[in-house]
Every structure is written in structure tokens, then in C-alpha cells.
């Protein structure tokens, strides 16, 4: 009789884990969805600014109070492409991130998502100058290309049942590696030195994407409370906005056809 009962025990305590990694799978994968949601609202917040920011910016070549190269410039474009505001328009992303990281632990979960989506904006305002230099087919095709790499990247992090954390500390020092480089080359002004900069970015990024996705998911916890699960879903989102954003920009440089 005891023998019955202790096997009776086991089944219903395995079949009660079962309804526990169940219910935290479920509990993760609408974490993780949320982490991607806000991730891709970001991007189209960004491309949709980004494009208006353009349409506002060119003029008709008998309309143009200035030019950049051979487009021509309505009184929008040179404030934000050719005044000082330029340098406003530039390192606003960057203040926002700085910002952002923070402050988002004092934040309410709906702050922290208007902030991402704010964010995102003035991103979207910052690389509306790429429209251009770069033709709207090159630009089409690096988004399409960074998107499918970044989906195989992020997936495999996600699935994977390897540890990433051992390259994270090798990442983030090349990423370092990568601002001061950046830095040196505004003053030197190098395109072969843009060139290896570039590639070695998008190696960088699409580690980081792997990685970011591991520690997003590796995040979640079934006990945090649903203003704490919104903020890390949104924190996720950064994360991997920002490696999206990185691998386009750079893969842009190396493969996009610029406007005559």
C-alpha cells in the first residue's frame, strides 16, 4: 500500500511541475512577445519619422533655398541637416538612452514605454539624413537584410541552450572598442578606416543580438508583478532596437548606393 501511495505521490508532483513549467513557458513567451511588440513599434515610429523628416526636408530643384550635393533643400532640411541644430538632432539619441537607462527603475511601466516610443522619434529625425545619401532601393534593402539576420541572431539566442554570457564581457569591451574608434575617425576622416569600423560593427551587433535576446529572456520571472514585467519588456526592447539599428546603419555603409 505504501508503494502505491509513493507512486501515486510522483505522478501527481511531476504532473503538477508540468502545470508549473507550463504555466511559465505561457508566462515567457508573452514576455518575450511583448519584448518584440515594442521593439518593432520602435522601428516603425523611427521609419515613419524618418521618412517625414525627408518628404519635409527636399525641394523642388526651383523651390530650393539651399542644397546638399545634388538634392535640394527646403528651409526644414537646412535647419536640421545644415544649421547647428544638426548636432542637437545628432546626440539627442544618445541623450535619450543615457536618460532612459537611468532613470527607467524610477519610471512607471507606461512612462518608460512613451519614453521608448520618444525615443525612437527622435531616432527616426536623426537618420532621416540617410534618405539622402543613400538611394530608397539600398536603404530598402539593407532594412530587409538586417531583418532577416537580426531574426536568425535573435532566435538562436533564444534557443539555444548554451551559454552567451562568456562573449558578453568580449562584446561589450569590442563595443567600447568601437565608440572610440568612431570617435578617432571624425577627426581623421578615413574611409578605409570607416570600412573596417563598419565590419567589425556588424560582427559586434549581431553577437550582441544574440546575447541581448539570452539576457532578456533569461530576465523574466513568473513573480514580478505586471508594472515590473512592462518595464523589462520595454528595457528588452531598447536592447534590441538598438542592435537592429547598429547592424542597418553599418551594413548600409558597406553595401548601399549612394545618390549622385
Known amino acids: 500500500m505504501s508503494d502505491f501511495d509513493r507512486n501515486a505521490s510522483a505522478r501527481f508532483g511531476a504532473g503538477v511541475a508540468r502545470a508549473g513549467a507550463a504555466e511559465i513557458d505561457q508566462g515567457l513567451r508573452t514576455y518575450m512577445l511583448g519584448v518584440y511588440n515594442n521593439m518593432v513599434l520602435g522601428l516603425a515610429i523611427t521609419g515613419l519619422v524618418a521618412l517625414g523628416a525627408n518628404l519635409l526636408s527636399i525641394a523642388a530643384p526651383a523651390d530650393a533655398v539651399a542644397r546638399m550635393g545634388s538634392v535640394g533643400l527646403t528651409s526644414f532640411g537646412v535647419a536640421i541637416y545644415g544649421s547647428p541644430l544638426r548636432y542637437v538632432v545628432m546626440l539627442a539619441p544618445l541623450a535619450f538612452v543615457f536618460f532612459?537607462?537611468?532613470?527607467?527603475?524610477?519610471?512607471?511601466?507606461?512612462?518608460?514605454?512613451?519614453?521608448?516610443?520618444?525615443?525612437?522619434?527622435?531616432?527616426?529625425?536623426?537618420?532621416?539624413?540617410?534618405?539622402?545619401?543613400?538611394?530608397?532601393?539600398?536603404?530598402?534593402?539593407?532594412?530587409?537584410?538586417?531583418?532577416?539576420?537580426?531574426?536568425?541572431?535573435?532566435?538562436?539566442?533564444?534557443?539555444?541552450?548554451?551559454?552567451?554570457?562568456?562573449?558578453?564581457?568580449?562584446?561589450?569591451?569590442?563595443?567600447?572598442?568601437?565608440?572610440?574608434?568612431?570617435?578617432?575617425n571624425i577627426f581623421v576622416a578615413s574611409s578605409a578606416f570607416q570600412f573596417g569600423i563598419s565590419i567589425l560593427a556588424i560582427l559586434i551587433f549581431a553577437g550582441l543580438t544574440a546575447w541581448d535576446t539570452q539576457t532578456i529572456k533569461e530576465m523574466y520571472d513568473a513573480r514580478d508583478?505586471?508594472?515590473?514585467?512592462?518595464?523589462?519588456?520595454?528595457?528588452?526592447?531598447?536592447?534590441?532596437?538598438?542592435?537592429?539599428?547598429?547592424?542597418?546603419?553599418?551594413?548600409?555603409?558597406?553595401?548601399?548606393?549612394?545618390?549622385n
Open 100 to 184: 532612459f537607462s537611468f532613470r527607467i527603475n524610477q519610471m512607471s511601466a507606461s512612462s518608460a514605454r512613451t519614453m521608448f516610443l520618444a525615443f525612437s522619434a527622435v531616432m527616426g529625425l536623426s537618420l532621416s539624413s540617410i534618405l539622402l545619401f543613400y538611394t530608397k532601393q539600398s536603404v530598402s534593402l539593407a532594412f530587409f537584410e538586417t531583418s532577416a539576420a537580426f531574426g536568425a541572431l535573435s532566435l538562436y539566442g533564444y534557443t539555444t541552450k548554451r551559454s552567451l554570457s562568456g562573449m558578453g564581457s568580449f562584446l561589450i569591451m569590442g563595443l567600447f572598442g568601437i565608440v572610440i574608434a568612431s570617435l578617432v
Open 225 to 259: 508583478g505586471v508594472d515590473v514585467a512592462a518595464k523589462k519588456s520595454v528595457n528588452g526592447a531598447l536592447m534590441l532596437y538598438l542592435d537592429f539599428i547598429n547592424i542597418f546603419q553599418n551594413l548600409l555603409y558597406l553595401t548601399g548606393n549612394r545618390n
